[in-house]
């Protein structure tokens, strides 16, 4: 199982570029081409980031995972769908970014990375009240993930709805969320071994 | 042999979001665009949850499976070439929904599902007959996994036959296949412990 | 290494699938087109088959090869560099089948081929020469496998020259090469456990 | 992570291959457009050679580091979107090789490797302060390691520079980097046993 995430997760996360296009410029500048395509660019690493972290987030949480059932699986062939997806949300925000549409394309981004976040969590209590965790996991650190992650859907949920009032707060605030993300579990790290 | 499968499967499911293009609206309406293109995320769903399901059923196929020959794995690449093309029979259907030629394109997605599912079983039935199988294998559920594989090309060739009848229903057929076998391996995964 | 290689072999196969298009006929017939398309669907074929057989003999030369030095890497990275272009040359003939460019395509897949060929070669004979082969490794086999390799660029190189009397002709050979090495394989498959 | 990070590497060397477009020549001479497109070809081999390269590196580095924390992971992210990134340089250079916009492109590419090659000097010398190294290493290894990385933000940060004189000297030292590198790996690899 952890084989086949990681292969998606990659993919994925590797299929972004696709979404930068080559300006054509003919004899223009490219370089003023390349720059005014900047939103592109900011999608592209903001998605990227977001796909690493909860790539990071779905490796650690398989740390915690002894056993898989099949039902463990659909809940993950669901988690997938979400994350394979991603590029495309991206392609909209991107191409529609400074557009009266950025804001379909904000909410159509928030509503894939809201159900991404609540499939995780229900995969994580899944998990729990099957009993597939390993043996002898500390109770603080399973109810500690748990607090982490229903944090999620909160995030996104609002970053979804600032969109009505200016998409381009809303793309601020998914990059403030991969960034948060980031930070925190690189906190997290260093923490880990004291 | 599973690490290269995996690699398939997963870049398959992958590159289904190709087949999700931006739509052009200029300063139309971005939202009615995405509302009425939903044929194509339908037929990604579809495609993504049927990649999926199988890629979980060769992931149980494969435990019970001990030694591999050559001849399985040229089956196996046989197999592969079937999921690999997914991705283009799912875009025909979602580039001809609701036209004259969506049966054309239900057809050519049903003759890719049952000669997949004819694959499946070919190479199950090598797998017994090679005694390649693990050693002290329940015969019970080796014949249930035969019983379980031999309903696929049925199903499916019953799908693609009502294309003749109507596309649409043989597109809701292809979903409730999926949705079938999600809910059948899920109610399994759950009596397995018992 | 065999980890990455996997990865490029699955990818690459993958891949290929992105040069089927989906035709624009409109309310015309895409039943007919389909049909019509049918040197896509066996360029597509063949090249999936060849770069399987591929994976599967790389797949067995990597079973006798017991440590790998850096050299060995670079060549491997060429080697994949040959697989990973495969869908360009197969892009080619699906293009320019029947037309009078088909023989330059038919030659440039050519090219490609018998390159691969050539770095096989070199992997396996530095490997022996290196002393990177597993301890112990019947020297019957070792030669067997040597001599199998020397036929591939061999073979190759006249379909490759057949390209220049007929592009048919050369690219009914690349087909039967895929079918010869696949059979073979299946047969030595067999033959092993004897 | 290393399974990750290989998975992203395979694809982002294998996705280069999209940047090879089909010539439309109609009647034309494919032949001649096929040799016309060099630059196309030349690009796709140096970007080819240089993710392939820092693949071994990146290989070589992982051996060394015993434990991985959420900061190595972090830092690991960030030097798979420049992996990940290359194929959209490598379009730009072949999309404008021979015009004016060739400084542009090579600057784009240039400042894609300096920025890797940064990261990855940050992840190692991350890796040493934070004590993940395998325990025992040889600390002249390690400083021999630490040396050559540190030649990659120089080398790369000049072949930038030179774009500004020539777009075509820096690409052809942007290829001899790639070739350096390759042919010291082989050389070092042939030392190691000694």
Redesign the interface.
């Known amino acids: 199982?952890e084989?086949?995430s990681?292969?998606?997760?990659?993919?994925?996360?590797?299929?972004?570029?696709?979404d930068?296009h080559?300006p054509e410029?003919g004899?223009g500048?490219?370089?003023h081409a390349?720059v005014r395509q900047w939103p592109a660019d900011a999608s592209?690493?903001v998605s990227?980031?977001t796909i690493?972290?909860i790539?990071?987030n779905h490796?650690g949480l398989m740390r915690h995972i002894e056993r898989c059932?099949?039902?463990?699986?659909?809940l993950n062939?669901f988690l997938?769908?979400m994350i394979?997806?991603v590029?495309?949300p991206t392609?909209?925000i991107s191409?529609?970014a400074r557009?009266?549409?950025a804001t379909?394309?904000a909410?159509?981004y928030g509503a894939v990375m809201v159900t991404m976040a609540l499939i995780f969590n229900a995969l994580w209590h899944y998990a729990i009240r099957a009993g597939l965790l390993v043996q002898g996991a500390d109770p603080r650190d399973v109810s500690g993930i748990t607090r982490s992650y229903l944090i999620g859907p909160l995030l996104y949920g609002t970053a979804t709805l600032l969109a009505f009032a200016s998409s381009d707060a809303s793309l601020v605030m998914y990059a403030a969320i991969a960034i948060f993300y980031?930070a925190s579990?690189?906190l997290?790290?260093?923490r880990?071994?004291a």
Not at 9 to 17: Q, R
Not at 69 to 74: A, E, F, G, P
């Open positions: 199982m084989a086949f990681d292969g998606v997760f990659a993919i994925a996360i590797t299929l972004l570029v696709l930068l080559v410029v004899d500048s490219l370089a390349l592209y690493a990227f980031l690493g972290i790539w990071i490796h059932d099949r039902v463990l699986l659909s062939i997938l769908m394979a997806i590029p495309y392609a909209l191409h529609y557009t009266p549409n379909a394309a909410l159509y980031l579990a690189t997290w790290g260093r880990a071994p």
